[in-house]
């Protein structure tokens, strides 16, 4: 079956602006996660959804970054007014229900690059 | 706070030896863990996890690794390397109660003739 799927692949952008990216998880995964790949600060995790339960944001850096999902399906992670330091490679994951111990499908992720 | 140490950014091994990365976690509750694989350009990909029901556990690929609580070990180890397990090797570990991982530094794996 299809796995999960982000958009765009590759994303450069101007200081300043915004960005969106979209992640459509594994149809039937209830749960769906954002994480951020960096050199200098490895794979850290960003943000997950559980159903229609309040999201945990615990790991978004700054009040730039939000997040949301539509529907219990597709998300977006908007980052606005994009610094040099938010060029990262922003992973999308999904699991089939909130177990701790639940496999994590990990999407390509999307390369953004703030000039 | 959980956190993963993989020890060697960088690990190269010829083509038929074997392969060994390392990993330990630090929990104030018990762990699950899991190896995940990252090939050039791709997401993570996962090898195994360990959910506390065997401490030997077998993954994908021929891998496997092995909870050694004494330790708070979690190495990853395969008999015999091939070229096409070059790749960036990830080990993690799930807070109790939580389903983020967290994500050791990773291990770069080089495979040579």
């Known amino acids: 079956g299809a796995g999960v799927s982000q958009s765009p692949s590759n994303k450069v952008t101007e200081k300043g602006k915004d960005v969106e990216l979209r992640c459509d998880p594994i149809?039937?995964?209830?749960?769906l996660y954002w994480y951020r790949q960096s050199l200098g600060q490895g794979l850290e995790f960003l943000i997950y959804?559980?159903?229609?339960?309040?999201?945990?944001k615990s790991g978004l850096p700054s009040d730039r970054f939000s997040a949301e999902r539509t529907g219990g399906s597709v998300s977006t992670l908007t980052i606005q007014r994009t610094q040099q330091e938010d060029s990262a490679v922003y992973l999308c994951?999904?699991?089939?229900?909130?177990?701790?111990?639940?496999?994590?499908?990990f999407g390509p992720g999307t390369r953004l690059t703030v000039l | 706070a959980q956190s993963v140490t993989q020890l060697g950014s960088h690990v190269s091994v010829s083509e038929g030896a074997l392969v060994l990365l390392r990993c330990n976690y630090s929990?104030?509750?018990?762990?699950?863990l899991f190896w995940y694989v990252q090939y050039p350009n791709q997401g993570l990909q996962l090898l195994l996890k360990?959910?506390?029901?065997?401490?030997l556990v077998k993954g994908i690929n021929g891998f496997e690794a092995e909870f050694k609580k004494s330790e708070t070990s979690f190495h990853l180890t395969k008999p015999s390397a091939h070229m096409s397990d070059a790749a960036e090797y990830f080990c993690?570990?799930?807070?109790?109660?939580?389903?983020?991982?967290?994500f050791g530094a990773g291990t770069r794996l080089a495979v040579h003739p």
């Open positions: 994951a999904s699991s089939a229900r909130q177990g701790e111990t639940d496999t994590q499908y």
């Open positions: 149809s039937g995964h209830t749960a």
């Open positions: 959804f559980q159903g229609n339960s309040a999201p945990d």
């Open positions: 929990s104030s509750v018990p762990p699950y």
């Open positions: 360990y959910t506390s029901a065997a401490t």
């Open positions: 993690a570990v799930s807070p109790g109660g939580y389903n983020k991982l967290i």
